[in-house]
């Protein structure tokens, strides 16, 4: 089975662009979870969708958005790029998304804003 | 909500000695616990899980973790470290009601030869 692909690797912008991040889940898998690492903060949960619908939301402001397609491929979309948002975004999936269920991980999109 | 606390951002070891990495949890048993390794440039990886009942947790290259409740512990351990464990370790637990994964920060392993 191929894993979790997330795609670009690797992305540069500037402040106040905005940009789409790609996720596809291992298949079969019904729930993507997206995540903002940095060496700062850490792990931090952004979102999680299911069945093309947000189920579960981290603390994090309104221009970071997602969705999920019938295919249960996820894309995330950051508007107005701020330099704190350099991170690596980190994007899991499971099935069917219940506790005991473990997450994999796709290799994530390094962003950095200029 | 449940939470973690990982003690050590970095912890160094010589190849071959044992590997101890800490990780406490918040507040009540929680039903589950996990051991995640991220790799240079890599997405994580599941080490290891506790359920309930379970006390000694084997996991992937020659890791283990043994969930003590009197000392609210689920500390990740390898007898003897390799080179190829140099990583980012994390200890993660479902949070609240949620089944989503609250991370601890991290920890570093470095390997010296």
């Known amino acids: 089975k191929a894993g979790v692909t997330q795609t670009p690797r690797y992305l540069i912008k500037t402040r106040g662009q905005q940009v789409t991040l790609s996720c596809s889940p291992i298949s079969g898998h019904r729930s993507v979870s997206w995540y903002q690492q940095t060496p700062g903060q850490g792990l931090q949960f952004l979102f999680e969708?299911?069945?093309?619908?947000?189920?579960n939301k981290g603390n994090f402001p309104g221009r970071f958005s997602g969705r999920q397609f019938s295919n249960s491929r996820s894309e995330m979309n950051v508007s107005t790029l701020e330099l704190g948002d350099s991170a690596l975004y980190l994007c899991?999936?499971?099935?069917?998304?219940?506790?005991?269920?473990?997450?994999?991980f796709g290799p994530g999109t390094r962003l950095t804003v200029l | 909500a449940q939470s973690v606390t990982q003690l050590g951002s970095h912890v160094s070891v010589s190849e071959g000695a044992l590997v101890l990495l800490r990780c406490n949890y918040s507040s009540s048993v929680p039903p589950y616990l996990f051991w995640y390794v991220q790799y240079p440039n890599q997405g994580l990886q599941l080490l290891l899980k506790?359920?309930?009942?379970?006390?000694l947790v084997k996991g992937i290259n020659g890791f283990e973790a043994e969930f003590k409740k009197s000392e609210t512990s689920f500390h990740l351990t390898k007898p003897s470290a390799h080179m190829s464990d140099a990583a980012e370790y994390f200890c993660a637990v479902p949070s609240g009601g949620s089944y989503i994964p609250t991370f601890g920060r991290g920890t570093s392993l470095i390997v010296h030869p």
């Open positions: 899991a999936s499971s099935f069917p998304g219940q506790e005991n269920n473990e997450q994999f």
């Open positions: 506790y359920t309930t009942g379970a006390t």
């Open positions: 969708y299911f069945s093309e619908t947000q189920r």
